[in-house]
């Protein structure tokens, strides 16, 4: 579960800018949501804090359990292993194979050979890379990594999945299969929380919607999906 | 943390010096030619304290024992002697002996004034060498209160002289060495530095799937320990090819080594195993050393 209760940002860095003014957002365990707005809505820095990169101003924010306002040193980590995070760009270990990408994650949480043997295949089985195991990210196709992002993510069985403008260097068409991909991992119960601006997407897979603007919710609220895409 | 995990971080931080070759073999260069100044300054100042040892050991005190001095008491005196602690070496030196060797300095040319001598003029001598020539004055002190010692000479200024040397070698000695480990240290911090800010992404992936810093640390520890140790075995060959080439080069001279005051000069063969071990282990330790230390502030940041 994620849940921000009056949740202010502020960066005195900038001068005091307020990046979220009081936000009240919870998302139950095995939800799909989008979260929308335009640029400098404060979508980033949301996710920041969800996985306890920045702090709030006040307020407090709760991720799968933890209290991110008491969370510390080592608690951080086991933290972030419990979420699988997917960026626009990949983030690949470029000299590492699809399979030793989706590996690292579990030897990071210290899984044993065995179990990475059976974890990854499926995995990758999931995606649809089974025959790509061997590859180098430089061999794959912008969709192709993103997928294996998606695998790495996932491998790990995390109860929450945030993904951060997946879809944002892909075509169009891939980007759709991308979210189905997401979707299907949705399916087996772990929660996904996708922030784009692409609005097209939304509007053909639906569900529920958060819109930030100027920092603020602005819209939270579940639409239907495919009929609505113009 | 398991074993094959451990296998895993080792296997990637031996494969990431090909990954990273650029980065790799400027850390590479930096070490060797570190370990190479290291190594030749090791050389020359070990050279050096045997020119000065051989130098010194050629220093003499002259202990003239009294003319009419019995073999007892000669006995006493050399026992006296050889028990202080400076004594490093005793020989001795009898009348006869002083006689001819005073007569062969002078040549046939003086030998016309050692016709009218009744008797010996040379007192017996114990020729003393020390173990200390700072303490060359306490020395001979020792020595004017033995009974029976006539007189004591001594070269103080040359002694003095090299004693200054030997002091003001090892100052600058010393200034030399701290002044090559500070720039060779900053030298491959930086480096290291360097590839490790080339390579941020790569850490920032892993801090985000949560690794702890030991996790992230290590390959690049191996990585930076392997780097050391090929570039000190590189700085060993270049540092025995240099050396001997220069040994080669003073050996065609050999008046120079008679200058030099030096005929056991040392050779690299004495010593290249126990260099080429140093080497490697010292290698190992500033990579090594470089990249936690980059990677610790890194992770910080």
Redesign the interface.
Known sequence: MVELKNVDVRYRERGGVEALNDINIKIEDGEFVFIVGSSGAGKSTLLKLL?RENQPTSGRVFVNGYNLSKLKG?KV?????SIG?IFQDF?????LTVYENVA??L???????RFIRQRVPYVLNLVGLSNRAKAYPSQLSGGEQQRVAIA?AFASDPGLIIADEPTGNLDPELSYGIVEVLKDINQCGTTVIMVTHEHDIVKYFGGRIISLKDGSVAFDDTIGGGDEVE | MKWSNMTFLVRRGMSSIWHNRVMSFASFCIIMVSLLLFGLSGLVAYNFNVIIGNIEDKNEILVFVENDAEPYKLAHIADVIAANSLTERVVFRSKEEAWDLQRERMGAEYSVLFEHLDENPMPSTYIVTINDLSMIEQAVDDFSQIEGVEQVNAPYDFAHFLTSMSNNLGIVGIAVLVALIVVCLVIVYNTTRTSVFARRQEINIMRGVGATNTFIKLPFFIEGMLIGVIAGGASWFLTKAAYESVISVFAGDLSIWQVLGMVDVLSFDDVQWLALALNCLAGAFIGALGTVFSMGKHLKS
């Open positions: 996985t080592s980590l086991m933290l972030r292993r995070m983030r690949l270990i470029p000299n690292f994650v030897r990071v949480t210290d899984k044993s050979k790495r």
